[in-house]
């Protein structure tokens, strides 16, 4: 079992997120990084997930607690990468799982769907970091009407840049949520010719 840390709150605005209740709006607890860190010392998991919504925003929040955890579960940074270089520096040496979500091809379904700007470069550039990091693990959700425009394009990615024996999971699980209704493209379910083809 892993222990999963969820985090209300996201910097991405996914119209289609299955998560939109915790990653839309700030809900749940408070804690401090001090009594986190002691309630982890007395859990028996496999590794400390830290997701969210996204954990990006709590990056100070998450490495106090790592600092003051003395346990030893190994840590899965649980994410979609759009962060800035100097929260990857910090993230250096304390994860030992990147768990990533590459969710687009190109910068204007980024932009469209879930309204984040120079999507590419920057998630392109934090994969090869965390590449270089520790053990990396790819994630990407197959979007209906996306798949020469984003799934091909981020395989691609992957085999190429980051490496074939990169762990590399597509998903099918899509369904139509939150604001998917407002696009025509994304309001159903991948078809069996779209699962094929990916």
Not at 44 to 49: D, F, G, L, V
Not at 79 to 84: F, Q
Not at 87 to 93: N, V
Not at 102 to 130: M, P, Q
């Amino acid at each position: 079992p892993s222990y999963t840390v969820f985090f209300s709150g996201c910097n991405f605005h996914c119209q289609f997120c299955q998560n939109y209740d915790i990653s839309q709006r700030i809900t749940g607890i408070q804690a401090s990084p001090q009594g986190l860190a002691q309630r982890l010392e007395g859990i028996s998991a496999r590794n400390i997930n830290w997701v969210g919504g996204e954990p990006t925003p709590n990056l100070n929040f998450i490495l106090e607690t790592l600092n003051n955890y003395k346990g030893g579960m190994p840590s899965v940074w649980n994410s979609n990468m759009y962060m800035s270089g100097e929260a990857m520096r910090l993230l250096h040496g304390t994860q030992d799982i990147f768990l990533t979500d590459f969710k687009y091809g190109n910068d204007e379904c980024a932009l469209r769907l879930s309204k984040v700007k120079g999507y590419t470069e920057i998630v392109k550039r934090n994969h090869r970091l965390a590449n270089s990091q520790a053990e990396l693990i790819v994630r990407h959700l197959v979007l209906p009407g996306h798949i020469e425009c984003c799934t091909a394009v981020v395989a691609r990615f992957v085999a190429e840049e980051l490496g074939r024996n990169t762990r590399f999971n597509l998903m099918f699980q899509y369904r139509p949520v939150y604001k998917a209704y407002r696009y025509s493209e994304i309001n159903r379910c991948v078809s069996s010719e779209e699962a094929y083809m990916a």
